[in-house]
């Protein structure tokens, strides 16, 4: 199976590392062949063209860019969700692990 990969779009922040650490740990516990890997809004466009990724995940700070990223999303047939407030706050890597997989495998 090819690797997937989740490419997680955050402000850039101290906790943006903490949190694709978490999300790796939850990869590695269950054997996945994922990775993940992060961004910053203003390379959003650029990083879905060139890393080509199973899904794009928004920090619910970039909530109010989803219409935007949506249109790009669609154009290359990557789907996109926005993480849950509770699952950032608490680094739970694991349930934003669940959350990109609902999307990636459809």
Request: glycine share 2%.
């Amino acid at each position: 199976m090819a690797i997937k990969k989740i490419m997680l779009a955050c402000d850039a922040s101290a906790t943006t590392p903490l949190l694709v650490a978490t999300i790796e740990k939850a990869i590695s516990a269950q054997d996945k062949n994922v990775i993940v890997f992060a961004t910053t809004s203003p390379h959003i466009d650029d990083k879905i063209l060139s890393e080509q990724p199973s899904i794009v995940l928004l920090a619910p700070q970039l909530a109010y860019l989803k219409g935007e990223v949506k249109a790009q999303t669609d154009q290359v047939g990557v789907p996109l969700a926005v993480i849950q407030l509770n699952d950032f706050n608490d680094m739970n890597g694991e349930r934003i692990l669940q959350l990109a997989e609902r999307f990636m495998y459809r």
